[in-house]
């Protein structure tokens, strides 16, 4: 047993992305060109880079832009029966201007497609936990303190 009373070697997978917003307050929502589902804009955190670092440059990878990041909205536990161990960080990319959006390129191929949809909309977009999630991030936004989320929940609730 590690000291952290897990088994050995044992680690949690990372990953950051950005809520971004168009000026009539919608939310970003992206489709992948390697899955059906929809996602956020943001990937993995690679070895000996932090989250918020991670999700500049995923931006600037998936969207060809680089706006700026703001602060952190919610971190969410989210194990996964298939990956494992997993920890997803959600920044605030704020609100990208019409010029923003025009020089949007699909700069590595790994999305075909954004749209901007309401909130309310979510949960017909985006799997149950990411859709959670989302809304989450979106309410912190509201408040303006981040929220600590457990497969997309509010804890304490």
Not at 6 to 17: H, I, L, Q, S
Not at 70 to 98: E, N
């Amino acid at each position: 047993m590690s000291e952290q009373g897990g088994p050995p070697g044992t680690r949690a997978r990372a990953a950051a992305g950005a809520l971004f917003f168009d000026e009539a307050g919608r939310v970003m929502i992206v489709q992948p060109s390697y899955k059906t589902d929809r996602e956020i804009p943001g990937g993995g955190v690679e070895p000996g880079e932090t989250p918020y670092e991670a999700c500049v440059r995923e931006v600037g990878e998936e969207l060809g832009i680089q706006p700026p990041i703001g602060r952190l909205l919610a971190v969410d536990w989210a194990p996964h029966p298939g990956i494992g161990d997993l920890i997803l960080f959600v920044f605030d990319g704020g609100v990208l201007g019409a010029d923003t959006v025009r020089r949007i390129v699909f700069a590595d191929d790994e999305l075909t497609g954004f749209g901007f949809h309401s909130v309310e909309d979510v949960d017909d977009l985006l799997n149950e936990r990411l859709a959670r999630r989302v809304r989450a991030a979106v309410t912190a936004r509201e408040r303006g303190e981040p929220a600590y989320l457990e497969h997309g929940r509010a804890v304490p609730g």
